[in-house]
């Protein structure tokens, strides 16, 4: 939706994906809701996992990204209920190439923002 260029399109696919997004909808869909953030933790333990010395002594740091990892769990979960399928962005460890567009669009829009922010100030 974010991609929409013109209102009459962003209307149109609002009106088919809003149902899907309800309280009642997402109740009776908190189980797989559940499942792709169980699914993050472990990926999250996995990086953890993969990052850690064995040694005792010497501690070494995982970096985890979270806004990519959180943004891998809602593209899956909004795909899977609003398109029925997932984008697989959380078992890959990597953006679908649907997504990256979305990624993209945003940081130009928060760019945009921050440089009409600039010009008033």
Known sequence: MVTTVNNEDHARIRKVLVPVFTDNSLLKHEFLVHSYVDLTIRQFKKIIDENTNNSKHEQIRA?????????????????????????????????????????????LVEVRFRLGAEEEG
């Open 63 to 107: 970096v985890i990204d979270v806004v990519k990892w959180y943004n891998f769990c809602l593209f899956n979960i909004i795909g899977d209920l609003g398109l029925g399928e997932a984008f697989g962005s959380l078992e890959k460890s990597e953006y679908h190439p649907s997504e990256d567009i979305v990624v993209v669009e945003r940081k």
